[in-house]
Every structure is written in C-alpha cells, then in structure tokens.
C-alpha cells in the first residue's frame, strides 16, 4: 500500500512514515484530538524512484562536494528535474486522490497540510531541523505536484550540504509525506508539560492568533501562560504585542501574513478555561508518552487539536546542572571557564597581582603564560597555554582558541581581543599596558576576566582549559526563552562562534562581520584574488558565512561588508601600498573604501549572490560607515551589477556617525530596510574619544546623553517611515542602554554570547513596565 492512515500507525513505525508521521499516529491512537490524515510511506517514496530507474543518477548527482557552492547548485537543480520530472504510478497516484477525497466534510474539497516526514530527523545528534518542505492549504488539484515537491526537498542544496556534514548517506534517507486536513486555527502555539529545565510541576504555554507557523518559525513573539500544577492555577501572564498573524486567505485559499487589528495586539490570547483545556490534554499527553512533552496545538471554533508531540530531553541534565550551579542565576558569569568566586579562595588584598587591565571575558582561568610578539610566534601558543601580546589580529584566531586565557597591552572593551575573546568563551584582560614586559614565558598565572586581574601562580579552583565546553556555557540555564516584542540577536564576529552564538537562543544575527574572514587569509583581498581567483576569495566568504546562517536558520543573518582600517591591512601579505593614515578610524574603511574599490567590493557582492541563489533568504546584507544617501546609491548600482535586486533582497545600513543619524530620512528614502546602530564607532565619533586608546577609555560613554540623542532621534524618525532599528554596537548588552532602546521602540537589539539571556530577561521586564504603565 502506498498510504496508510494515521490511525493505523504508531511511534515505532519511524522507517516506514518518518518521525512527523509516527508521532501524529501515536497521539491518534492515544484517543487525543488529532486532525485526521494519511501518510504517503517512505516505501512508496524509494519504490517511485527505483521503480522509475532515477535512483542511481539522483545519488551520483548529488555525491558532490559540500564546499563547492557551484556543484551544490547544480546537484539540487538535476536532483529536482529527475524527481519532478517523473510521474508518479497510476496506481498510487489514485491511492492518494482517493484518501485525500475521504477527508472532505460532507463532500467538500479539503485544504490539506503537506508536510515531509523523514527518516532521519529529531535524532540524538542531527536535528535536520528545517530541511525538508511543509506546503499549507493544499487541494486536490495540487496535492501530487505537493508531494512530490517534498520528496525533492531531501536534496535541496541545504539538505545535502548537511547531510554531508553530518557524514548520512544519501541513499541511506528516505522520506514520507503526511497529508492531514488543515486546521484553520483562530489561535495556537506550543505547550511544555513540565517546566523544560527544572522539571518543576509548571506547564508553560505560548499562545498567538492565527497559525502556529508564526509562533514556531518566532516571526511573533507570543504570550506566554506559566500554569502551576501543584496548586492547580495560572500562576504567570505575560501579554505580548502580536504584530502580525498567519491564517488562510479566504480566496486564494494560500497562507498569508497579515497585520494584527490594532485592538487585538495587546489582548490576551488564551482564557482561563482555554488554559484548563489545554492542561487537560497536556497531562494526558504526558501520561501517554510517560514523560514530559513539547507540544504544538491550535484552537478553532473553541476546540483544541493536538499538531504535534514530542519528549523534552533537556529536563535531566538542567536540573542536575541546577543543583551545583551557585551562580544565583547570573548569566553574566557564563565565559567557557567557572568562576572559582574571583579569587581562588583568597582574600582580595592578599592577592599576588602582577599586572591589572580591563576584564573583558569573564571567567577564572590558570596557564603557562605565552608571550607572541610576532606573527610566526602563534605555532608557540599551545591548548592550556594563557597568550600573552600588545593586541590581537585577526590572523591570531586560530591561537587565541588554543588557549586558555587571553592577556593584551592594549585595547579596550570593544577591541578584537576582547570581543572574539568572549565569543570563543574564552577569559580575558584587556588594555594592561605591561603584561608583555612584565609576565615571563613560561610562569604559571592565573588570570581573571571578571575583575581584570593577572595573578602570580596557579589556582587549584580554576577550570582546567580541557573541561572548558564553551557551547554549552552559552545555553540558558533554562531553555524556556522570555517572550518579547523586541527581538534579542546576538553578535558574532567569527564563524568559529557560530555554534556557540546558536546555543544561546537568539532571534537571529544582528552583527556578523565579513574583515575577520577575511583578515584570516592572511593577505589583502587583492593579493588574494590575484593569487587564488575571485572564485577562490568567494569561496572563502562563502564558507564563513555559510557556517553561521546554517547555525541560526531560518532566523535572520545580517552580515555586514568588508570595515577594516588601513592599518589592519597594512600588516597582510600586500599591504605595502596601503596608505599610513595618521588615525586609520577616521580614515579610508567602509563603505568609502569599498566604493573606490569596486572590482573587490563585486567579489563580495557575488559572494552574497551565491549565498542567496543556494537557498539562505536569511542572510540580510548591511553596509558599514554610510554618511549620506550617495553612499548607498553608489553601492545599490553595485548590488544590482553584481545580480542582487535591493528591491528582492532585505539590506540595511550602520548607523556610526552624526552625520548617518542626522541624514536618517534620506537614507531611509533612498531604500533601505533597516538602520542598524553600531555605538561602538558612533560613540567614538560624537566624542572624540578613540576606542582603542586605553588612556582616554574611561571617557568612551556610549550612554552619553549626546549619543543617546542622536539614537533616539534616529529611531523616531524610523519608526514614523516603516524602516526598522536595531543596535549592534556593545551598547546593546548594558542594562541602561536596555531600558532606553525598548523605551525609544527599537525593532531589536543585538548583545554579546554571554549577555543575550540577560539582555533577554530585561527586555521583558522593561516591556510589561511599559504595559502597565499604559493601563494605570
């Protein structure tokens, strides 16, 4: 047979209907309110291919090489003609009509939900989250085009990039198709039976109108309901602004995006007795299965049906984390190394300390000190080793994740040192003036990257690098993320953080930075492209980027081009010509260096091209150091020379002077998506006050009321004209600069690794202010 309903499956029957399906069979078996529907097998799926004779040419054109970008393509595009390009067997094709017929009430066409159900997904260590298409309210004169179309997507580019990665063999996954009649959901959302990081008797409820799509994909921040088991009640309401929703166009018949009315945002979604019902069916569920369950629900004409259900894995470990975590809930400690309470055990003023500078990177950490005074020093930076030099480059990434601890002469908080430092999880100090001089090769020390001190010594307390487990210092204590109105992005500046950054629950990028790709080369982009080819320099940006937007998708990338100084590049293989600026930060960098040089400003416009036509639409372009409407009028007739449509594509600029804050509505006219503020450059500029110069560092106040003018001004005048703000300077993980943001109505706000849960939690605290404020 080449359907089988899901009332005639079960959660063992995986290789034959996918997890999707076998879950949905499961819950309808339980009696629990499943929309009726079928599966189109896994069998059926590989019997099509074979039986048509496409099976080996679909494996051998898509046995490519993941890192060739060109090959990828051309795999998905052959892999799709041969599977769309085959008929589907009398015999089946009727098989499906005639059970797709069957869910029509009272004999009227249905709309269907087609969604994929791979064998290889939801595993222990590959989530293949995302990889395979799900097509909303189908009928019937589609639904065999539908069908076919999920088992296409097994070999999207994405798909096969991945599976690559993971080391799956293609022909060793199939895929089925679950056809299920559409719920037309008036409000939905997720369910946590259990609390999913303690395992406290709390069931935790996401709701939002319309589709769940929206709640799921979070292209809405939904309420959130916090009902207390022991005591049998609600014990929590967080009401969110709910912008948009998804539903059904009544004509079409297609899934739309549509605007919230304006009296509904604020309204609480859910009912007491709605939450009772919900309950209800959550415990049942959660008996069923013997263990705690996430589960997706909808609500249509006062019914609640059950979409989907699966375990929650992270309860045991959390709650075993939880018992010996002394932090009191201070996301501000996690850095890769454990905080051994700051001093080892010592008294402060008993402390040995050799040398004192900015803690940039927190955490407590012990090692042989390594001094780098050169480049070709690094080879000497050995794993546990603490890297001791006057500031970090780019080309030092590879050392500085060797080690355990990061000690510099130079730099301030917003040096390379210190924010790569923090990305890696790394603990570092900053802007010592003496560490080289004054530390010896080879002498143990202990440093502190929460109190900016270097100590004489090992600590017996400190975390050994070896057990160091950066990822998993970034996930929250509590995977349950605080619903805001006002997204929550992370920074990442290298692509080695990428993981890391992921963990930590972001509603995407707001900052990724494309000069520490290609800083790491190791020559300028020049030199590079005239040794290697510009397919070799895409390739390399490519690669970086491609890292990061895999980690976060679907959630937005925004990558920012190339915004190194003179000096930066001065030091690379080719550097020789580039001009000795007296202050490289106010100098040629940006936008205006990208401008004037337009043959290596298209390398990376076609690497961004690439990107898009291999599937990522989460990757927003954003250009850096813009002054005026010319600036992006000179880079928009690049973009489209280089095949991007500004008009197809979301871009933005960064907002780093007055004179970009002062000219916002030019700039917004001439087209860009969003303004993004980078406060470390527009401090700097309204102040006068060099970011990397330690003697004036403690006159560099990104909270300074001129620049918080310019900013507020910047997000008025936005918001009056439809462009959206955000903010990815180091600004945006302070709590004062928090509060101001979310008072001023900025879109989102992008923190550090280590403070977005923080940043997260005061988000929310300071948007129900604002609420109750409004109702008092």
């Known amino acids: 047979m080449a359907v089988l309903w899901l009332d005639d499956v079960n959660a063992g029957d ?58 990828l393509r051309a795999a998905e595009e052959r892999a799709a003609d041969l599977i769309l390009g085959t008929d589907i067997p009398d015999a089946v094709r009727e098989e499906i009509i005639e059970s797709y017929r069957q869910l029509g009430p009272d004999g009227e066409e249905a709309f269907v939900a087609v969604r994929s159900s791979a064998t290889a997904e939801d595993l222990p260590d590959a989530s293949f989250a995302g990889q395979q298409e799900t097509y909303l309210n189908v009928r019937e004169e589609h639904l065999l085009e539908r069908v076919k179309e999920c088992w296409a997507s097994l070999f999207t580019q994405r798909a096969i990039y991945y599976r690559q990665q993971q080391g799956f063999p293609h022909e060793d996954v199939d895929i089925a198709v679950v056809v299920q009649r559409m719920v037309d959901a008036e409000k939905s959302g997720v369910m946590f039976t259990s609390h999913p990081s303690t395992g406290d008797p709390q069931i935790i409820i996401e709701a939002a109108w319309g589709l769940g799509e929206a709640v799921v994909s979070g292209s809405v921040s939904p309420d959130n309901y916090v009902y207390d088991r022991a005591k049998g009640a609600v014990a929590d309401v967080t009401v969110a602004d709910k912008k948009t929703l998804m539903e059904k166009d009544s004509e079409t018949g297609e899934t739309v995006e549509r605007e919230v009315a304006e009296d509904r945002r604020n309204e609480r979604v859910l009912s007491d007795a709605e939450i009772e019902s919900l309950v209800e ?41 939880a018992e010996t975590d002394t932090t009191d809930g201070d996301d501000g400690s996690d850095g890769g190394a454990t905080s051994s309470g700051g001093g080892g055990g010592t ?44 500031m970090t480059m780019p080309d030092m990434v590879p050392a500085m994740k060797r080690a355990a601890g990061i000690v510099t002469d130079e730099g301030g908080m917003t040096s390379h040192a210190a924010i790569v430092s923090r990305e890696l999880g790394v603990p570092a100090v900053v802007g010592t003036r003496t560490g080289t001089k004054q530390l010896e090769n080879g002498r143990q020390i202990t440093i502190d990257g929460d109190k900016g001190t270097v100590r004489a010594g090992a600590d017996s307390e400190a975390e050994p690098a070896e057990e160091f487990e950066p990822v998993e210092a970034a996930r ?103 001009p000795a600026e007296h202050n490289p930060m106010l100098g040629w960098r940006g936008i205006r260096r990208s401008l004037d040089k337009p043959d290596v400003f298209q390398q990376e416009l076609a690497a961004f091209d690439r990107i898009y036509e291999m599937g990522y639409d989460n990757v927003e372009l954003m250009l850096p150091l813009v002054n005026d409407s010319d600036d992006i009028e000179g880079a928009k007739r690049q973009m489209r020379e280089a095949g991007i449509d500004p008009e197809e594509r979301r871009w933005g600029v960064m907002i780093e002077t007055p004179a970009a804050a002062l000219q916002i509505e030019d700039l917004a006219s001439a087209g860009i998506d969003f303004a993004s503020f980078g406060t470390n450059d527009l401090t700097q500029y309204t102040l006068a006050v060099d970011r990397n110069n330690e003697n004036v560092a403690d006159r560099f106040d990104e909270t ?73």
Not at 27 to 45: C, D
Not at 505 to 513: K, T
Request: glycine share 8%; hydrophobic share 40%.
């Open 704 to 776: 300074h009321p001129a620049v918080l003018e310019l900013i507020g001004q910047t997000i008025e005048t936005c918001r009056e004209l439809g462009v959206d703000t955000s903010i990815c300077g180091q600004a945006g993980s302070k709590t004062e600069m928090v509060n101001f943001l979310v008072e001023e109505g900025i879109s989102s706000i992008s923190a550090n690794i280590d403070a977005v849960r923080d940043v997260q939690h005061e988000v929310k605290r300071k948007e129900q202010r604002i609420l109750l404020d409004s109702v008092r």
């Open 14 to 71: 995986i290789d034959l209907v996918g997890g999707k399906a076998a879950s949905l069979g499961e819950l309808t078996g339980a009696g629990l309110p499943v929309p009726p529907g079928f599966t189109v097998t896994a069998e059926t799926y590989r019997t099509f291919i074979e039986e048509a004779g496409i099976d080996e040419e679909l494996f051998a054109a898509v046995d490519v090489d993941p890192e060739d970008s060109a090959a």
């Open 347 to 390: 008294d402060d003023e008993n402390e040995d300390v050799l040398v004192q500078g900015l803690g940039s990177s927190p955490g407590v950490v012990s090692g042989a000190v390594r001094i780098v005074t050169k480049l070709d020093h690094l080879d000497q930076v050995q794993e546990g080793d603490i890297l001791v030099t006057e």
């Open 476 to 578: 929250p204590q509590t995977p349950v993320k605080p619903m805001t109105a006002t997204e929550v992005k992370v920074n990442v500046s290298i692509p080695e953080a990428a993981e890391r950054a992921a963990a930590t629950g972001a509603d995407g990028v707001g900052l990724l930075r494309i000069e520490h790709m290609v800083l790491t080369l190791g020559k300028t982009p020049e030199r590079y492209i005239a040794e290697h080819g510009a397919r070799a320099y895409q390739d390399e940006l490519i690669e970086g980027i491609r890292t990061v937007a895999d980690e976060f998708y679907p959630r937005p990338v925004r990558v920012r081009t190339i915004d190194a100084p003179t000096d930066e590049f001065r030091d690379l293989e080719g550097g020789d010509d580039e």
């Open 281 to 321: 069916l959550g415990e049942r569920v959660e008996d069923h299965y013997g263990e705690p369950q996430d589960v997706e629900w909808a609500i249509v004409d006062g019914e609640v049906f059950m979409l989907q259900s699966r375990p929650i894995t992270t309860i045991a470990e959390s709650a075993s984390d």
